[in-house]
């Protein structure tokens, strides 16, 4: 699934396992073959920020409500749900999504930066 992506395309299976485990908190959903069809993951503080990383859903099950079901199990999860903030990055075009479980766009005065190690 992360070579169908193209924010997660080129990632190897060593630097996956390693993200893997500095995740706090990961949502996967299998098919009847125990093949990964929906995935997200959380990186939190448990208190103040929570910040949701990689949002995917397999092709082929696109259209099911998985991305709908990690969303609910996200934002309820016991953990998260009384985390003062969950954020996420999106394309535009996914915004109207996300804000039916609560997202918003206005987030005054707060810009994204980013800094890029080559490696």
């Known amino acids: 699934m992360y070579q169908g992506e193209w924010w997660t395309k080129g990632r190897n299976r060593r630097d996956v396992a390693a993200m893997l485990k500095g995740s706090n908190h990961i949502f996967a959903y299998a098919d009847s073959e125990g ?8 990186i939190t503080d448990g208190i103040y920020k929570a910040f949701l990383f990689d949002v995917i859903v397999r092709r082929d099950f696109r ?11 996200v934002v309820n999860h016991p953990i ?5 903030h969950i954020e996420l990055y999106c394309l535009p075009e996914l915004q109207g999504f996300y804000k039916q479980f609560g997202f918003s766009t206005e987030i005054s005065g707060v810009g994204l930066m980013r800094l890029t190690h080559t490696c």
């Open 35 to 42: 093949r990964l069809c929906a995935f997200a993951r959380v």
């Open 63 to 73: 259209g099911a409500k998985l991305g709908a079901r990690i969303m609910r199990d």
């Open 80 to 84: 998260l749900s009384t985390v003062r």
